[in-house]
């Protein structure tokens, strides 16, 4: 059996208050009676993680937990330790904006089988203030030029106007929004407070980047207007390595040439090389009204324990580990910096910033993301990405996310 130490399972500096809060007897019962006769067979480690373990979609928390209302544990769970850290919350920067009271820092609560915290006392902890709309069911968070807009029951939010998807939904609980603890520990901190992630932070000295399929693997297919995704990849590659190396980068390419490069041997190279960084250049196609889709999309791997977006329900794997999951808060820092630069200079249809269970994500030793581009099936902008033009102004603007991604990497090794 695999052992997972916990600074793996979470990157960011543990908040000694939240801590107090988890209900350790349930998380032993869960333990007991469900992780070795449901996941025995997949090999899991029977860790304290088990108990975080969505039984069903976290995507779809009401479902999950009316199809698990035999099991006590699915249901919302607070445990009592919670009053005694209560104290913290006001000892915080000020809520100026909030219309309601929060709940106490540091309580955890167990919500579709997944530990969840407390939103609004997570963001002061960062000195974001917090603002209430429409009853509750929304929560703006902010602070200098960054602004964050969430909403109850759906795992999409807004960073900046940006879209972005959690592996959970946001949910509403006690009259406050919870997130995920894997989410605010791989996503929200990074993307709020990158220097939180400096226990896990690398250097960037090496990036690799990996041009998407080759060969006979041809990739997407524009067959009207005869564009290869591996040719267009291939080429924006090369131009991203010339950009980079002009900044000092030592750089290493999974292919230079039209061949097939096998997926689990991409991650090899990149960490052969040494790499800090590893970004695979894909465009992407539809086949459901395709000239209706169009624009940028960026992915990260979902981390351990989470649903990949394509897919409703979980399954067991999902609770295996990967190498992907050690750099799930530096993947979130490089991921979100790559999606508003590409947003901010090709003025392109907002994808969002998204996760899935990847192969070359899954298997990286380093941060790692995977750039959509565009879309070859949308006609229209499969024309302007077979133009020299515009995948010289893709890779100025994956570019533009590296430079904006080693700021933050810069600030965390201080
Ligand atoms: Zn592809």
């Not at 131009?239 to 991409?266: C, F, H, N, P």
């Not at 169009?294 to 190498?323: C, I």
Request: with cysteine; net charge positive; aromatic share 6%.
């Amino acid at each position: 059996m695999r052992t997972i130490s916990p600074t793996i399972l979470h990157p960011t500096p543990t908040i000694p208050a939240m801590e107090k809060g988890i209900n350790k007897t349930p998380a032993r019962m869960l333990r007991g009676l469900l992780a070795c006769a449901l996941f025995a067979a997949a090999h899991i480690a029977a860790d304290a993680q088990d108990a975080s373990r969505p039984l069903s979609s976290p995507t779809r928390p009401g479902a999950a937990s009316s199809q698990h209302s035999n099991i006590p544990l699915s249901k919302p769970t607070v445990p009592a330790a919670s009053s005694a850290s209560g104290a913290k919350a006001s000892s915080k920067p000020a809520n100026t904006g909030a219309k309601k009271k929060s709940s106490a820092s540091g309580t955890v609560v167990s919500l579709g089988g997944l530990n969840h915290i407390d939103l609004v006392p997570f963001a002061k902890t960062m000195g974001y203030s917090a603002t209430w709309q429409n009853d509750g069911k929304q929560l703006t968070l902010k602070k200098g030029g960054t602004r964050i807009e969430i909403t109850g029951e759906s795992r999409e939010f807004l960073l900046n106007g940006t879209r972005v998807f959690a592996g959970s939904a946001f949910r509403i609980y006690r009259r406050s929004l919870w997130v995920s603890r894997i989410d605010a520990d791989t996503l929200l901190a990074p993307i709020m407070d990158p220097r939180r992630g400096r226990s896990t932070v690398m250097q960037l000295k090496v990036i690799a980047i990996d041009a998407g399929h080759g060969g006979i693997d041809k990739g997407k297919i524009n067959e009207r207007l005869k564009i290869y995704e591996k040719d267009m990849v291939l080429d924006t590659a090369k131009r991203l390595k010339t950009l980079l190396e002009k900044r000092g980068y030592k750089v290493v390419m999974t292919r230079t040439a039209d061949k097939k490069v096998e997926l689990g041997d991409r991650p090899e190279v990149a960490a052969k090389a040494g790499a800090d960084l590893f970004i695979s250049i894909h465009y992407n196609s539809v086949a459901s009204r395709p000239q209706s889709v169009s624009g940028a999309e960026v992915y990260r791997f979902t981390p351990r324990y989470q649903v990949p977006m394509r897919r409703e329900k979980s399954q067991p794997s999902d609770a295996l580990w990967n190498p992907g999951d050690a750099h799930g808060f530096w993947s979130s820092v490089a991921g979100i910096k790559i999606q508003q630069a590409l947003l901010s200079s090709l003025k392109v249809s907002d994808r969002g910033f998204k996760h899935d269970k990847l192969a070359v994500l899954r298997l990286a030793k380093c941060p790692a993301v995977l750039v959509e581009a565009g879309f070859l099936s949308h006609n229209a902008e499969a024309r302007k990405i077979a133009t020299p033009a515009y995948r010289q102004q893709i890779a100025e603007a994956i570019a533009k996310g590296v430079d904006a991604y080693a700021t933050a990497v810069a600030a965390a090794r201080k």
